[in-house]
């Protein structure tokens, strides 16, 4: 089986293309290099043990992408090229549907005219908006408040329409909860670019001295404490939920959650991180964050019946493997 994928070098695609090489997938990376490293490829190489081939490619370059589909002949397509950061999406929105859009539908066209029949996109549990947890993939989706959220959900909706006019073109999406840690190698992982917007790479450069203290946004949520509540599943069994994915013989749109089903709030998290790795991690109580939502969980069982997956990495795993990552890097 030969796989190309998209973004491969980003945080989740790396963790994902170790584990297809694991399995003795054939991988094609390409990636604009936008936000990472060439040495990346260097270290899923060390990780897997295995060959890969990384090829500096954009995705929306429709005629690259065409020349690398003929020459390959590519059994699926793992789609995680894109920009992710919310707020950045609000101030430049043209920049975000562009990239987003495009990529999604420049792979989609190749896909369709070259009769690759199998593709998986990186969606996000942002689609569901501010409803109520636990999520479920067949519950109606709830106006996004941001262009980052906006093109998900219209990339889900043009890979299901493409689906539906093209009976060999066969769509996952995969709703991804809160991806934390890294692999436990400590060879790759996530690498924000400036202040970190998210919560655990925040964490990990307060331990190192990085950054002087977190502010948690909120104390005042109808939460166990007051503050929010998400659904943090570990880098690599969100890599591993790829692979099921991959590997299903399901026709059509098949739609995931790819989540551990339970929550964890901001200052269960940051206990947990201090306990385990054995640090303090000094923080304040601010104001909430405009945007969030109080709680954010999935209902995991869909992925469990269908794909035979489920997370098993614990919050101890993540938090440790996160601050091992952050403790090599740089
Ligand atoms: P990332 O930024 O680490 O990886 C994305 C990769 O795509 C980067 O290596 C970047 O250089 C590359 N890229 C961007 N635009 C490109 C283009 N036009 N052509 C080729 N390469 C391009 O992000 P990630 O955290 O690994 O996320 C992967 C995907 O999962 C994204 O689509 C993201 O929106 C989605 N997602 C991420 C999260 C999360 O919390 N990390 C949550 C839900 C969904
Ligand atoms: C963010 C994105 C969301 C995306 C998700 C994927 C925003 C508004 N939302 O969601 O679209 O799909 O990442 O990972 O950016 N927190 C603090 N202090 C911090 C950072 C975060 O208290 O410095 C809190 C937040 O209020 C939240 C929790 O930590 O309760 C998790 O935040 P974060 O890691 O940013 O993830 P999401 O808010 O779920």
Known sequence: MKILVSGGLGYIGSHTVVELLEKDIEVVIIDNLYNAQKETHDNITKIANKPSTFIQMDATDYDGLKALCQLHHFDGIIHFAGYKAVGESVAKPLMYYYNNLLSTINLARVATEENIQKFIFSSSATVYGD??????????????????????????????????????????????????????????????????????????????????????????????????????????????????????????????????GKGTSVLELINAFMK???????????????????????????????????????????????????????
């Open 276 to 330: 385990e790795n054995n640090l303090n991690i000094p923080y304040q109580i601010v104001d909430r964050r405009p945007g969030d939502i109080a709680i954010s969980y999935a209902n995991a069982e869909k992925a469990l019946k269908e794909l035979q997956w489920e997370a098993k990495l614990t919050i101890e795993d993540m938090v440790r493997d996160a601050w091992h990552f952050e403790k090599n890097v740089r």
């Open 131 to 260: 409803g109520t947890s636990p999520f479920s993939e067949d519950m109606a989706l709830l106006e996004r408040t941001n262009p980052y959220g906006e093109t998900k959900a219209m990339s889900e909706r043009i890979l299901s329409d493409a689906s539906k006019a093209n009976p060999n073109f066969n769509v996952t999406l995969l709703r991804y909860f809160n991806p934390v840690g890294a692999h436990m190698s400590g060879l790759i992982g996530e690498v924000p670019n400036g202040i970190p917007n998210n919560l655990m790479p925040y964490v990990t450069q307060v331990a190192k001295g990085i950054r002087e203290k977190l502010s948690v946004f909120g104390n005042d949520y109808p939460t166990i404490d007051g503050t929010g509540v998400r659904d943090y599943i570990h880098v690599v069994d969100l890599a591993k939920g790829h692979v099921a994915a991959l590997l299903s013989d399901k026709k059509g749109v098949n739609i995931y959650n790819l989540g551990t």
